[in-house]
């Protein structure tokens, strides 16, 4: 009896034992390593972010530079038309810290001339006139040799005054009726008149 009691107890010590060191063995594999601190002994530091360079071109600033010359050739081309001064602006890149505010100022500045611009082209000194001498004309886009347009330009008359739109253009019936009524304006300005339409400015209480 003696020595089976003591078998037992060596048994039960021996199966203690073991399960001891089974949960030492799973606790230690269930702790969280951390590879860096652990071999390293340092932190990570993001790296900074590169600082933009003012003056690049992106798709921003390229876009507004086509505004900018759409803009501009506008004022030009109709200031042209109505014989007034060649439009400018008035500031350089130098006055500015960035690409990006320098092309949203002159795509800025050159709206407005456009608009300045087309606002005079549209209003001719002697609107009414013509506009009454056209409706004794013809329609603005009559295309029938010999006389061209609202106001029946024959083509000795739109070389003389209007050839740059003739050149660009074609002939009377393919200009906006303001173009047409420039180039009207330039004959009258030249001392002629309004006598190149002798019955219709008649009719009109003009001569």
Not at 10 to 29: C, E, N, R
Not at 150 to 165: I, K, P, T, V
Request: overall charge positive; charged content about 30%; hydrophobic content about 35%.
């Amino acid at each position: 009896m003696k020595s089976l009691r003591a078998g037992g107890l060596m048994l039960a010590t021996v199966i203690t034992l073991s399960s001891a060191q089974a949960a030492l063995a799973d606790d230690g594999g269930s702790e969280p390593t951390n590879t860096d601190s652990t071999t390293t002994g340092r932190t990570t530091t993001p790296l900074a972010e590169p600082t933009p360079e003012p003056w690049a071109e992106t798709a921003t600033t390229r876009r507004l530079k086509r505004r900018a010359i759409r803009y501009k050739r506008t004022a030009r081309r109709l200031s042209r038309l109505v014989q007034r001064e060649r439009p400018q602006v008035g500031r350089s890149k130098d006055d500015f810290d960035t690409l990006l505010t320098y092309r949203r100022w002159l795509r800025n500045a050159w709206r407005r001339q456009a608009k300045r611009a087309k606002h005079r082209a549209h209003h001719p000194p002697h609107r009414g006139a013509w506009k009454c001498i056209h409706q004794f004309e013809g329609p603005w886009d009559d295309p029938n040799a010999p006389y061209y347009g609202g106001l029946q330009m024959d083509l000795d008359f739109q070389r003389a005054y209007g050839l740059r739109l003739l050149r660009h253009k074609g002939t009377a019936d393919r200009w906006a009726p303001f173009e047409q009524m420039w180039i009207a304006e330039r004959a009258l300005a030249d001392g002629r008149g309004f006598y190149p339409w002798p019955l219709t400015a008649s009719r009109c209480g003009l001569i």
